[in-house]
């Protein structure tokens, strides 16, 4: 079965190449999203090295001038997705018109690992990559720290979780009153019942409409937008992030920009500690508005192992957290613990499981020295994948696949890391 799978996730990276830059799946998403890019190389490099590059690159072309990378890049305005670049108006003085908001920077964690899978294949590359990475990186910790250094969200959609639990009480606080009508697109591919409520709809278009209003000022937003919320995964991934940049500054011999980042990761534990939750035994989101945090335990929290927190007053904690977590979940990772009410196995991210977080976690579990936990995630990202194919999520539950078909993430998930055919590069 494993090489029938092997091919059929290739066939599925090169069936969603649009040309240099991949779709997350036909039909649903038609763009080119931030973190669905970055997972895509990595994916494409286990078979096509340059066309990995290729990933990072173009995504990178859509950069604005202040540094960020936009989680939509509308190369071409397609009407089978809602809200598209006239919605959004942003983009600015950028090569394309884009969304107004980021997502986190899985994508500067990929260029490590392409570039350490050829460093001399890949020197050049990095090099002419290296400004626009940096420059991402500093935005985010300019224009979206918050409370302790932990990194703020201005958008459900920034998070790329858009509608977790960990934004309820923030996004409730968020008024929809003047949004016009529209028409969703998403339900038109989707069963509406794995996709967001028309309520939190509401709100992301509201929201929107705030930024438009701001001229995307993204410094603006944060300060004084009517949602912020420090988000657990992005700054984790950030984190990640950090390491991963400062280990190809120093290779590229950029000294400075490594003790830059060095300086970052020096605070990353008040960060770390601006998000945890002492009654949860978890890292959860807080508002920035409010001071209030969030109050449920998501599969963000154990993405702390994959920023490298090495705390020894809340490791064995946030174990413990995970371990009950697991227990509760016949497949593992769910989204949110199904131990609370508010779990919904097959809608988005109130408890379906995502085999890109999978790998993510249990990459920081590895490296930790959780084995056995990594190999139960690895284990059941194989085992939902051979059941339900390549879909966007599955349900914990039964291990039945929803949302979009033919997914590049989890296609490229599968090669790198979750086919026995293919270790982790």
């Not at 932990?150 to 923030?170: K, M, V």
Request: contains cysteine; charged residues 25%; aromatic residues 12%.
């Amino acid at each position: 079965m494993t090489p029938d799978l092997d091919e059929r996730a290739a066939a599925i990276l090169r069936a969603n190449d649009r040309g240099g830059y991949t779709v997350p799946t036909a039909g649903l998403y038609p763009y080119q999203w931030n973190w669905d890019s970055g997972l895509a190389a990595l994916g494409f490099a286990q078979f096509d090295l340059d066309r990995a590059w290729r990933e990072l690159e173009t995504l990178a072309e859509a950069a604005w001038p202040n540094g960020m990378w936009p989680h939509i890049v509308f190369r071409a305005d397609d009407p089978d997705y809602f809200p598209g670049p006239s919605v959004w108006d942003a983009g600015g003085e950028a090569a394309f018109p884009s969304s107004g908001v980021s997502q986190p920077p899985v994508a500067i964690s990929m260029a490590r690992l392409l570039y350490e899978r050829d460093p001399e294949f890949g020197r050049p590359r990095l090099a002419a990559l290296m400004p626009k990475l940096l420059a991402w990186r500093d935005w985010f910790r300019r224009d979206r720290a918050g409370h302790g250094g932990a990194i703020l969200i201005t958008h459900p959609w920034e998070s790329g979780r858009d509608n977790a639990p960990d934004w309820d009480a923030a996004l409730a606080n968020v008024s929809a009153e003047g949004v016009g009508p529209y028409t969703r697109r998403d339900t038109a591919h989707v069963d509406p019942a794995m996709r967001p409520t028309r309520a939190e709809y509401d709100r992301y278009i509201a929201l929107v409409s705030w930024g438009r209003a701001a001229g995307w000022d993204t410094g603006r937003i944060a300060r004084e937008g009517p949602f912020a919320v420090a988000d657990p995964a992005t700054t984790f991934i950030l984190m990640r992030a950090d390491r991963d940049l400062m280990a190809l500054a120093e290779a590229l011999g950029e000294a400075e920009a490594a003790r830059r980042i060095a300086a970052d990761l020096d605070r990353a534990g008040d960060a770390a500690a601006a998000l945890w939750s002492d009654a949860l035994g978890a890292y959860v989101a807080r508002d920035e508005r409010t001071g209030r945090q969030a109050d449920c335990i998501s599969s963000a929290a154990f993405l702390a192992w994959y920023g490298g927190m090495r705390d020894p007053n809340r490791e064995g904690r946030l174990m413990t957290t995970l371990r009950a977590v697991l227990q509760a979940a016949p497949r593992a990772l769910p989204s949110l613990d199904p131990r609370d009410p508010r779990f919904d196995a097959r809608r988005y991210w109130r408890g379906p499981v995502w085999a890109f977080i999978n790998w993510m976690v249990a990459r920081g579990l590895a490296e930790a020295g959780h084995h056995a936990e990594a190999a139960r995630l690895r284990a059941d990202t194989r085992a939902l994948i051979e059941g339900a194919g390549f879909c966007e999520y599955f349900d914990p539950t039964d291990g039945s696949g929803a949302g979009g078909r033919e997914f590049s993430w989890t296609a490229a998930v599968w090669l790198a890391w979750a086919s026995p055919a293919h270790e982790e590069g």
